[in-house]
């Protein structure tokens, strides 16, 4: 199995009428944030793939629509956006076979909207332990895939507040032992730079732009 994992920039690479060839292997598409869903609904219905995604600290405009927090049924006209995806923000969801984890925003710097402190982010892996424990019940295993916006403490994350990690990660992979943490939020500007570290059981994966995992690499 193959998934696409995008977060942070329109890539020319995906949003191009040849995306069917160059993506044609594609099993789920998982988004970690910060891209409008608009671009969400053009993979969708380009490749005919699941997408999952978390919301990430900007392109919030519609957040309210996924959260129950509309303002008003006049805002209903937003709800046709991201047609066809799927958002997993503090939920459990099993797709193609895989159990994934959804926790997006980042670390709160400026109190706008999808950013919590590391207690919030707690509090909000807390909502996820009912789908993790039913899924461990049936399916004999913890997520295989946790999907945020932001990245672990430590890991891939940087000095300035907007950009910290989340102990809260960090713990949740000790924890549950993902076999990927996928992530956004921290843009990179050098192919030097680093997009894989392997913490303990996970590999912790920076998806911006654009990252395939071939899960053959599992075995």
Not at 110 to 123: K, P, R, S, V
Not at 161 to 176: D, E, Y
Not at 194 to 214: C, G, K, M, P
Request: hydrophobic share 40%; net charge neutral; glycine share 8%.
């Amino acid at each position: 199995m193959k998934i696409l994992c995008i977060s942070d920039q329109i890539d020319p690479l995906v949003y191009t009428n040849s995306i069917k060839e160059r993506f044609k292997n594609i099993d789920v598409v998982l988004s970690a944030g910060d891209l409008p869903l608009d671009y969400l609904e053009f993979i969708v219905s380009s490749l005919n793939k699941p997408l999952l995604f978390v919301f990430g600290n900007h392109n919030t405009e519609e957040y309210r629509f996924f959260t129950g927090r509309r303002d008003s049924l006049e805002d209903a006209e937003g709800l046709r956006h991201g047609a066809g995806t799927t958002h997993i923000g503090s939920k459990v969801r099993v797709e193609e076979g895989l159990i994934i984890a959804g926790l997006g925003g980042s670390m709160r710097y400026n109190n706008g909207e999808n950013q919590y402190t590391d207690f919030q982010m707690y509090l909000e892996i807390l909502k996820l332990i009912p789908g993790i424990l039913l899924n461990r019940l049936i399916r004999g295993r913890f997520p295989d895939i946790l999907l945020t916006h932001a990245s672990p403490k430590g890991i891939h994350d940087k000095p300035d507040k907007c950009h910290w990690g989340f102990n809260a990660f960090c713990w949740f992979m000790r924890v549950f032992k993902p076999k990927y943490l996928i992530h956004g939020h921290i843009h990179l500007y050098d192919l030097a730079d680093v997009r894989a570290t392997r913490y303990h059981e996970t590999l912790v994966i920076n998806a911006y732009s654009h990252y395939v995992i071939d899960t053959e690499e599992w075995k």
